[in-house]
Every structure is written in C-alpha cells, then in structure tokens.
C-alpha cells in the first residue's frame, strides 16, 4: 500500500521559513516525479513544485522560484521543500503527490497546513 506522509507545516509570520517532508512507502519510486502542490480556501489545487526522483531534475511554479527548494534523500525515500521568505499568499494546505510522469499523480498525501501571517 503506496504511503504519502506530509510534514513540517505550521504558523510562520511573513518572511519566514518552513520545511515540508514528504515521506514515500509502499513502493519503488526510482522512476517516477514527486511533487508538491498547494491548495487555498475556495481556490483550486495548484503546482508548486516537482523534483524526478532518478537525476533529480526540478521544476518550479513561477510563484515560487527564488524562494521554494525541492529537494529528495533517497536513502530515506523522503521528498522535502524548504519554503523561505513566506508570503501570507503562500498560505494554504500543502499536498504531496506521486506519479510516473511530472502531469500525472496517482498517489496523494493527506496535506500539511501553512499558515503565513502578515
């Protein structure tokens, strides 16, 4: 049974950093992209960011770049995102996600709450 945990969330004030975890079980992720998205109330899902997990190409939400870092630890099966210099419109809960090509996603997490005041 394929396992996404996110965490790491919280309440930060604007300027700030977090660091989000997302930790893979439940199978071989060698060959497919992770990625982070991000919802906020009565907005849609959004793409923030995706890492591939076998040469660990990134790709960011032109939102985000300068400021978010994807990263992976292999040995751990885990996915990270170092989130610096928050945005209270960065707020929203933050999802992580599994899939054999950066447009598809099969697998989801449950999400981690970000909360940036200002």
């Known amino acids: 049974q394929v396992q996404l945990v996110e965490s790491g969330g919280g309440l930060v004030q604007a300027g700030g950093s977090l660091r989000l975890s997302c930790a893979a079980s439940?199978?071989?992720?060698?060959?497919?992209?992770m990625g982070w998205f991000r919802q906020a109330p009565g907005k849609e899902r959004e793409f923030v960011a995706a890492i591939t997990w076998s040469n660990g190409y990134t790709y960011y939400a032109d939102s985000v770049k300068g400021r978010f870092t994807i990263s992976r630890d292999n040995a751990k099966n885990t996915v990270y995102l170092q989130m610096n210099s928050l945005k209270p419109e960065d707020t929203a809960v933050y999802y992580c996600?599994?899939?054999?090509?950066?447009?598809?996603?099969?697998?989801w997490g449950q999400g981690t709450q970000v909360t940036v005041s200002s």
């Open positions: 996600g599994a899939g054999p090509r950066l447009s598809t996603y099969d697998y």
């Open positions: 439940g199978r071989t992720f060698s060959s497919y992209a």
